[in-house]
């Protein structure tokens, strides 16, 4: 089998993306055909539904043609079928079926859905006898647009139907995916209604192949993958299946082959709005930095009551809590109290918002780490020991203004930690605001790769001067695809957050970088995190086609 460029674990589900729809074709066409000639070993007979839709196409031409398999011992079904419709039309999902596969190939029996039966009700109950006749081993299947499989739409999905086929009214989003495809020319020419096996009838089956290319359904995906088990995302569900496997091209696994984020308040500081454009481009997560004009310790439960169901609202996590610690004074008590303080608060939002992390740094720089480390260490370790009471990991990130201001610096420090829930939050950008620059890749991440759990990303320039000047992402030094390829190369699965770090128009102060909870800070946000999502998911696909 071709190799995936990715393999992913949902629950049971397993997820294999690949470079393009031909190779995530053949690879779902093989799992499809090894299962089968595996299962006709083991039984006289066996019991197969398929999916009719373009998205399957590539994976039944491979299994057409697969060696070995014994057809004549082999029955097939469809899982859905319009009503309505003239028995001939090509749109038909039987006649789709009978064209592509089932009279190519000598089917023992092949068991057709009858759209246009006179009663339908009892066209469901004739072809539910028929599968309780005939358990299924196997379903070919794919996923819809809104996350449906077969025609269970997230308003009428039932986890727990009691009922193996049923009638269904089609929801508009579900309707103009079959004009996407090109199987009608236009809303009106979809029927309103179908037959359809129910959930628990697909998932019986004790072996789910799901095929499903295209960009289209990138969202769906994401879902399915990342997201809850819910009837909201119908294929959802599969993350429970004791056998099921998804087959993706780079198109509809982009947001997925990457976890994207982007920290909030680099789109704006209105969290509504920061989510809802992370949402349009793809982004499973938001970090927290700035929100509502407070910085992160001053969020109050209100706040944070209303963060969550934003997040909720378009289906984004919180993946992290950029927090300021240690971005003070090596040498003040006061500050390193007041910090650890910060600290407590931090880590109260971190809980209540579900992240998994908070940020830390290693003291505005005095003396170089190898003089100061033993009393940054130290710190750090008492960090370590507040989050680990609480299950959250700290991660420590290299900045031009602190001690480890780069990878060089920080690998010497993580070499005599024994701190298991202390990471590198890995940013390259950072590296080219470095007074010196060294080159963040390869260089600087191979010397942190090892203990990379969270990656920044961000863009920038150089002056004459050596002053670096934040720029969209691929307009500056950041060699931003090789980066993304060393990432997946290296199995990482850890989150990849844009901090866009620049403004199209507007040139931000020391000042205020310094401080993200400032209004000035978001301004002009919106449109420069935006084109860098663009640049980002467009890097994403080069590397995915590349892989």
Known sequence: MINAIKTIQSGRLITLIYRNRQEMGKAAGTAAGEKLR???????EVNVIFAAAPSQNEMLEVLVSFPGIDWTRVNGFHMDEYTGLPSDAPQGFGNFLRERIFEKLPFKNVYYLNGNAADLSAECARYEKLLEEHPVDLVCMGIGENGHIAFNDPWVADFSDPVKVKTVPLDPVCRQQQVNDGCFGSLDEVPKEALTLTIPALTAAPYLICTVPAATKAE???????????????????????????????ESGRDILFRKGVISDEISQDFGEAAKLAAEYGCEA?????????????????????????????????????????????????ELEEHFQIAKKCMDLALKTGAKYIRAFTFWRKNGVEQDGPFILAQIGRLAAMAKEKGLTVLVEPDPSVSACNAGELSYLFRQMNFPNVKVLWDPGNHIYNKTFIPPYPGGYEQVKRYTAHVHLKDAVRGENGEA????????????????????????DGFIVLETHYRLQLKLSDEELKRPGSAAFSDGGYEASELCLERLNAAVMAVAAGA
């Open 469 to 492: 000047e934040g720029c969209a992402l691929g307009d500056g030094l950041l060699p931003l695809n090789e980066q993304l390829s060393a990432l997946l190369r290296d199995g990482y």
């Open 38 to 44: 595996e299962l006709l070993a083991l039984k006289d």
């Open 220 to 250: 769906a995906v994401l879902h399915t993958v990342r997201g809850p088990v819910t009837p909201d995302c119908p294929a959802s569900i599969l993350q429970n299946h004791p056998s099921a496997q998804m087959f993706c091209d780079a």
């Open 286 to 334: 938001l970090e927290i930095r700035g929100v509502w004009g407070k910085q992160p310790q001053e969020l109050t439960d209100e706040d944070i009551g209303k963060i969550n169901e934003i997040a909720a609202k378009y289906r984004l996590s919180i993946c992290s809590i950029s927090s300021p610690i240690f971005k003070c004074s090596i040498d003040s008590r006061e």
